[in-house]
């Protein structure tokens, strides 16, 4: 890394960060922060304080506050300083923790102050004081107050802000603090507007905002209003950029040319009429919405959200056959085999008359060479299967259609890999998680979502119930109630990601137990360390009631529709997440007869964790969940894996808790779209040059 002198001159916001450098040799101080994404000065702005603090007056110990930050003077009276054990620096240096008492220079009284790992040269220099002044924040200990790890002052002028900056990167604070004050005085009011055509700016402008947030203002004029209003105009600005990008994507995916799938009723007609039921009028607005997505000749975009059951893939079929009648193929990925299979399963069955294959890790390599060249050759209508589907032996004469089930559980690439086998493939992503709206609004501008919230005719419902150890044997006569009326039931317990050999043991204890307690039933397992076919050759006993209960880890396949059992009991449930568990439960109550759903504990639990699971209990709507499992997981990086000391994610902005704002920079990109669309031209063709930002579909 190339290094320039410092100067005013040449320095602005654009400029790389080593500009900083007073040295023109590489400094590893600058690398660490271009590792951490900061590759411009104007990437500093947005390490953000975590406080700021205007510095008081030096004023007598009987004005200490607590949680306040302090400033005094005074002579030392008492020091102490010891190892502190079991702590080393770096080079292995012993560090130690200090404690001293002064005596006010402005009154009689003594304050203790007190620094924890201290490095020797630390530990020297307060050694050395006879008097000192210092300033930090007062905390009591032993219902006596006291400053812990106070900043000495070496002058009576001290900066007007106390700011505390976050360590990035192992890069600490106080690093910021030094980099922020590299920054010449009279750029800080040339700070880049991103758009101001948009208006917000009125209230505030951009540069305005990062001067009060860094303390660029003289202090008389600091206040917790002006730092509010000053915070409010950064999400504004975090949510544009999202926006911005969103935007992107969706404006060059929707440039590419797609193939147009043109319908008339009778083709529409023909094709309803080949299904055992009537569609629901949820199902059939999403399958026109499809429908009119084949005809504009760009690719579509789409995703079908809707709770476990509801119908999703019934769409999915009715658009495939769509795009097979029109000369195309189709490819359907899914997480599993057993879902796989189950897809393969049900197409076979409504369309006997077409070519439908399947490809899965598990098909044998002569069986798999054969329908690999069928599949080039356009011999395979609909290609089902999971993960084999992306690899680069697996070629499509014309693929139309890539349909993704379970979206979530597929990788970026993954997905891209498959819609890339085609000339501007149409997409269809499915998903049992609702996407809660105020998602749809950070993460999902770029796809067009169609949701289906009713659910087919005949369903009994499911009844959820949270079980305690002291009910517990109630619960168990319960099913073997429902099992005694040939009912099937299933027992998740959760993984334990970091070790699969003390999953599998759980799993193997609690099969012995349940074999115990279930006399006279007969009980198996499922888990992740099987071989693919001895997984198909359990679910597939199970389907055929052989088995009765299903002992599992949290592996239990995606999408299994066994209609006839009517019992899922989640152990632990307070180790899944809220989507997972709603996802679990709607493996029952999928036939004529009525499911129930157990979150059996062992332990009593935390009121939050309690709450969550509350949650479950009390709601079937998986939009209502999804919305409740937001707020108690929060938000991670929209664009992008969020990775520790990355500055990509937002520092202020949270779209739970600042929905207004976020509803107010689309209505204005919206806005600018219409009225103003060459000024945002420039600002997709630059954010398109970074792949990151293309590739989060």
């Known amino acids: 890394m190339k290094s320039s002198p410092l100067s005013s001159t040449n320095l602005n916001w654009g400029s790389p960060i080593e500009s900083l450098s007073k040295s023109k040799r590489p400094s590893p101080t600058l690398e660490k922060l271009a590792e951490a994404g900061i590759k411009t000065v104007s990437d500093l702005l947005w390490i953000l304080p975590l406080r700021i603090h205007k510095s008081p007056p030096p004023q007598p110990f009987r004005e200490a506050q607590l949680t306040q930050f302090f400033r005094g003077a005074g002579k030392v009276i008492h020091v102490e300083i010891r190892p502190a054990f079991g702590r080393r620096g770096k080079g292995n240096i012993l560090l130690y923790n200090g404690f001293v008492v002064i005596k006010d220079d402005l009154s009689n009284e003594s304050l203790s102050l007190r620094w924890f790992n201290l490095y020797p040269n630390q530990k020297k220099q307060i050694e050395s004081l006879e008097r000192i002044s210092f300033i930090g924040k007062v905390e009591e200990f032993k219902a006596q107050k006291q400053v812990i790890n106070p900043q000495i002052l070496t002058t009576e002028e001290i900066a007007p802000y106390i700011l505390e900056y976050p360590t990035v990167n192992k890069l600490p604070g106080s690093t910021f603090k030094k980099a922020f004050e590299l920054i010449p005085n009279e750029m800080w009011k040339t700070v880049p507007q991103t758009l ?4 917000y700016d009125k209230k505030m402008s951009l540069g305005e905002a990062f001067r009060i947030i860094h303390g660029r203002i003289p202090p008389e004029e600091f206040t917790a209003q002006l730092k509010d209003e000053a915070e409010e105009r950064l999400i ?8 911005l990008r969103i935007q992107t994507r969706r404006k060059f ?11 008339n009723e009778t083709l529409i007609k023909n094709l309803k009429s080949t299904l055992p039921f009537i569609l629901t009028n949820d199902q059939d607005k999403v399958f026109q919405d499809i429908l009119k997505d084949f005809t504009t000749g760009h690719p579509m975009m789409r995703m079908v959200q809707g709770d476990v059951g509801c119908g999703k893939t019934i769409v999915a079929y009715l658009a495939s056959r769509v795009v097979t009648q029109l000369g195309f193929q189709v ?3 899914c997480p599993t085999e057993a879902l796989a299979h189950q897809h393969f399963e049900l197409f076979k069955e409504l369309a006997p008359e077409i070519n439908i294959e399947l490809i899965l890790g598990s098909t044998k390599a002569k069986e798999k060479k054969a329908l690999l060249a069928r599949l080039k050759s356009g011999d395979i209508h609909i290609c089902i299967g999971t993960h084999a589907l992306f690899q680069d032996t697996v070629v499509f004469d014309k693929l139309g259609l890539a349909i993704i089930d379970e979206q979530h559980k597929f990788g970026v690439e993954q997905r891209l890999k498959l819609v890339a086998k085609g000339e501007g493939t149409h997409s269809l992503i499915m998903t049992a998680t609702p996407i809660p709206r105020t998602l749809s609004l950070a993460q999902y501008g770029d796809l067009d979502i169609s949701s289906i919230k009713t659910m087919p005719a005949g369903r009994k419902g499911i009844k959820t119930r949270i079980t305690e150890r002291a009910n517990y044997q109630k619960y168990v006569e319960f099913v073997k109630g429902r099992l005694m009326q040939k009912e099937q039931a299933y027992f998740v317990f959760p993984a334990i990601e970091e ?12 099969l012995e137990k349940y074999k115990e307690s279930f006399r006279g039933f007969k009980v198996e397992m499922l888990h992740g360390k099987m071989k693919p076919e001895e997984k198909e050759q359990v679910v597939q006993d199970f389907r055929d009631q052989k088995i009765h209960i299903l002992v599992s880890t949290s592996v239990i396949e995606v999408g299994i529709n066994i209609p006839n059992s009517t019992i899922m009991s989640i152990y632990n449930p307070e180790r899944f997440g809220l989507s997972s568990l709603h996802q679990l439960r709607g493996r029952v109550g999928r036939g004529e007869k009525p499911g129930f759903c157990f979150l059996v504990l062992d332990k009593d639990l935390a009121p939050e964790s309690y709450l969550r699971l509350e949650v479950i209990e009390k709601n079937l709507d998986g939009f209502v969940i999804a919305e409740e499992d937001l707020k108690f997981r929060g938000e991670g990086d929209l664009f992008g894996v969020d990775q520790s000391g990355s500055v990509t994610t937002k520092k202020l902005a949270n779209f739970l808790t600042h929905t207004s704002i976020l509803e107010q920079v689309v209505q204005d990109v919206e806005r600018l779209k219409t009225t103003h669309p060459a000024l945002l031209d420039p600002i997709f063709e630059k954010l398109a040059k970074d792949q990151k930002i293309l590739d989060t579909i």
């Open 196 to 199: 101001p055509e948009l208006g």
């Open 499 to 510: 070790s699969e050999t003390i999953d599998l043991q759980n799993v193997n204890e609690s």
């Open 236 to 243: 504004y600005e975090e949510f544009l950029i999202d926006q």
């Open 331 to 333: 490819a359907l990925m």
């Open 253 to 263: 995916i929707k440039k590419k040319a797609a193939p147009v799938f043109k319908t």
